[in-house]
């Protein structure tokens, strides 16, 4: 059976969404970031998606495509599957419209999202380990109740309502000469690349994707994409590009970056400490990118897109500790030492003298590589950078003292 050709969008469909979206979302910032160009090497100006009211860019496509049912397909009602972000939109301006909702979400979607999902109104179908699953039932839900598919990123309407992202970008920063777009199904790349392409031929777009998920990159190449794993960037953990954005993708669109989970942390923690922000994993793909293939970028004029910023706290809280821990800030060491009155309160004194901030401590005098007069403490403790960690750690064995530095995964309080 021969598919139906594809309708690809032009620039004046784009125009035509961004019209429908006046006043229906934020008009975010795009903004000059001087602190990520510094630790880039690019000259880097951030689009603050997570500003949106559900704090990611997938309004504008939900918002486009539920704009354009008809009375009738809107009494039906609508069902999307998604990760957290696509369904919060959805669900937001089907609400607005008066359009009944059903969101189905992997059971492994961080709760954050669930709980905000719910809270715009919407009926949550959790099922599946990941986004593939989730979407098998979405389907199999529409076709029993009759419902609309609101697809999060192979639907013309949606990719159209994503390309207003780079509309805004280069209206707010005409001399970008790279926009850094995550991937995940490619809506959101395959619009902007439309939009970018039309009105400067010259731009590069990149994509980045997980390294877990490969599946633009694959495609790219005529490969199949060897998908799977835990990411931090769970909301771009797609195994297959759609159709539509593919075929976008293969003329417009540069490169594609792979970018592993050391770097997303990086870049999560770096939108937190140096730009004062919340980015989820996959809304700091782009840094990542940045961060990881630093000499793709260097002397470039590059638009980051923060396309969310809908991340579990106690993830981030977890990251920000993984970071000063590579960064030699906290530090583990494994004291072995005569087990005598005064020498833990030596150990601390010497540590407290020295301006390091004392943690927590864990004493084991039954340890087998311990002497049977002899005791080991643990101590993790704050220091400045490396350097002061090393005078810390120096100035332990000059009181002959047998000090070891423990590995970063034993670091952590």
Excluded at 5 to 27: H, K, N, S, V, Y
Aim: hydrophobic share 50%; glycine share 10%; net charge neutral.
């Amino acid at each position: 059976m021969t598919k139906a050709p594809l309708r690809l969008p032009t620039l004046d469909d784009i125009r035509d969404a961004a019209t429908l979206l006046e006043g229906r979302i934020i008009r975010t910032p795009c903004l000059p970031a001087p602190k990520l160009s510094a630790l880039t090497g690019a000259t880097v100006s951030v689009k603050y998606e997570n500003l949106q009211v559900t704090n990611a860019f997938k309004e504008r496509g939900a918002y486009v495509r539920l704009a354009a049912l008809t009375p009738e397909e809107r009494a039906r009602g609508v069902i999307a599957m998604s990760a957290g972000n696509h369904a919060q939109a959805v669900a937001y301006h089907a609400r607005g419209l008066g359009v009944p909702s059903t969101i189905v979400m992997p059971v492994t979607t961080p709760f954050v999202k669930v709980a905000a999902t719910r809270g715009y109104g919407a009926r949550v179908v959790l099922a599946g380990e990941a986004v593939a699953e989730a979407h098998e039932v979405a389907e199999r839900i529409a076709a029993d109740e009759g419902l609309v598919w609101v697809h999060p990123y192979d639907d013309f309407d949606v990719i159209r309502g994503q390309g207003t992202v780079a509309l805004e970008m280069l209206a707010d920063d005409p001399h970008l000469d790279t926009l850094v777009v995550p991937v995940g199904g490619g809506g959101l790349i395959a619009g902007m690349a439309t939009a970018a392409k039309a009105l400067n031929p010259r731009i590069r777009i990149v994509g980045v994707e997980a390294a877990l998920y490969p599946a633009l990159w694959a495609a790219l190449r005529g490969e199949e994409a060897a998908c799977g794993g835990n990411t931090l960037a769970e909301g771009i953990a797609v195994k297959s590009v759609g159709r539509l954005p593919l075929a976008i993708a293969r003329t417009l669109v540069d490169d594609v970056v792979l970018v592993d989970e050391v770097h997303l942390e990086r870049a999560v923690n770096a939108f937190l400490t140096l730009q004062k922000t919340m980015a989820e994993g996959a809304g700091a793909a782009g840094l990542a990118a940045l961060l990881a293939s630093p000499e793709r970028f260097t002397g470039h004029r590059v638009g980051l897109v923060l396309c969310g910023g809908n991340i579990d706290p106690r993830i981030l809280a977890g990251i920000m500790i993984r970071e000063l821990a590579r960064a030699e800030q906290i530090v583990a060491v494994r004291v072995t030492t005569p087990d005598r009155p005064g020498v833990l309160g030596e150990i601390t004194t010497i540590i407290g003298a020295l301006g390091g901030n004392i943690l927590q401590v864990s004493h084991h005098r039954t340890f087998l590589s311990v002497p049977a007069k002899g005791t080991s403490v643990d101590i993790s403790f704050e220091t400045r950078d490396g350097a002061h960690a090393a005078e810390i750690v120096a100035a332990l064995e000059a009181r002959r003292l047998t000090v070891a530095r423990l590995p970063a995964d034993e670091v952590l309080p």
